[in-house]
């Protein structure tokens, strides 16, 4: 019994504490509350030395949620540019794969907003919150409207064609972002490259639509284009600094021999 | 003795246990299943062996605490230097808040 209870907790935690806990447990006969309390010990060692050194210690309410809004920031980014590019580049009148491929992305970029902005949101929270607000609300508009496209082609969805619903939530979500961008560089906490890219995404968005509603078409392309790329260059960026920020600060945890 | 600033340690829910644990500590040496009893004794509410850990390692890591040669596998715990400030500022402080509830209670006697 002792030995299996012991079991539970870290290879690393065992091999600083083991034998003396083990001796400890050895000590009088285990009750139940004795074993929920090792089995909840054996819980809080595991979160506690997954990549949680002293360093990270301020960090500890989000890693679950930072590492979920990485993965979801650099995968949704990935399939929002590729289902974007892929369906302008199909000459076909067919949605399939590439529009349900954007919706997925839009989608897992707004679970990354969501996750991602919980982490900031200790330092600059309205800020933050008002970024994860507006992008959040411009990525649920844009699935919307890419739904609309797949179901109902160019036939109008809500009074508005999904193409117009699809445009009106990614501008959200660019603007969201450049609000996100400002959150993200002055907490410093994930990367301040992504955060640039978002900020000239948000920015070179509006040129972009002008020429939409009749400037200069060329001019237009090249601002749609930057704004594309470092949209989906910012996003992954910083699923990757937040990924990165997941690590421990060192190979060895304060206070626990490796 | 000069007063220093230490941070409070930010010990989440095991700043009660790690409470108990230093004071355990205050008046020598002992290892994990000493301090348990003498927890128990003093406080007359069981402490389990997984709550004792968790405390002890968040203790160490943060210096309040320090690791001896174990003795037929028991390893005994110290107070640090440090820890023992920490220690005294925050029965001090514990002291302070304890007074001011007692005088609002009106149950202080002068």
């Known amino acids: 019994m002792r030995h299996l209870l012991l079991r539970v907790y870290p290879a690393r935690w065992r091999a600083r504490y083991g034998d003396e806990f083990e001796t400890l447990l050895g000590e009088r006969p285990l009750g139940p509350f004795d074993v929920a309390d090792v089995l909840l010990g054996a819980l809080d060692a595991h979160l506690h030395l997954r990549g949680l050194g002293a360093a990270l210690e301020d960090r500890k309410g989000f890693p679950m949620t930072h590492r979920i809004g990485g993965y979801a920031a650099i995968l949704g980014s990935l399939l929002w540019i590729v289902g974007l590019v892929a369906s302008s580049l199909d000459g076909s009148d067919s949605a399939w794969p590439w529009l349900p491929l954007g919706l997925v992305g839009t989608a897992l970029l707004l679970v990354a907003v969501i996750g991602l902005s919980a982490f900031q949101a200790r330092r600059y929270p309205r800020l933050t919150w008002a970024a994860c607000a507006v992008t959040a609300a411009g990525a649920a508009v844009a699935v919307v409207g890419l739904f609309g496209m797949v179901v109902t082609g160019d036939e109008p969805f809500f009074g508005l064609s999904g193409w117009s619903l699809w445009a009106l939530g990614s501008l959200a979500m660019f603007g969201g972002s450049g609000l996100y961008a400002i959150a993200t560089w002055r907490t410093h906490t994930l990367s301040r490259g992504a955060a640039a890219l978002l900020g000239i995404a948000s920015v070179a968005i509006v040129p972009a639509m002008m020429g939409v509603v009749g400037g200069p078409e060329q001019l237009a392309i090249a601002f749609f284009l930057i704004a594309l790329a470092a949209f989906a260059g910012g996003w992954t960026t910083l699923g990757l600094s937040a990924l990165r920020s997941q690590r421990p600060a060192s190979s060895s945890v304060p206070g626990v021999a490796s | ?110």
């Open chain 2, 1 to 110: 003795m000069e007063h220093q600033e230490h941070p409070v340690p930010e010990l989440g829910r095991f700043a009660e246990p790690a409470l108990l644990i230093l004071v355990s500590l205050s008046d020598g040496p002992k290892h994990g299943y000493a301090i348990m009893t003498d927890v128990e004794a003093g406080t007359g509410h069981p402490m389990g062996p997984g709550t004792l850990y968790a405390a002890l390692a968040r203790l160490e890591e943060r210096g309040l605490i320090e690791a001896l040669a174990p003795v037929d596998r028991r390893r005994p715990y110290r107070l640090t230097a440090i820890g023992s400030q920490v220690l005294t500022e925050q029965l001090r402080d514990l002291a302070e808040f304890a007074e001011l509830g007692l005088r609002r209670l009106g149950r202080v006697q002068r």
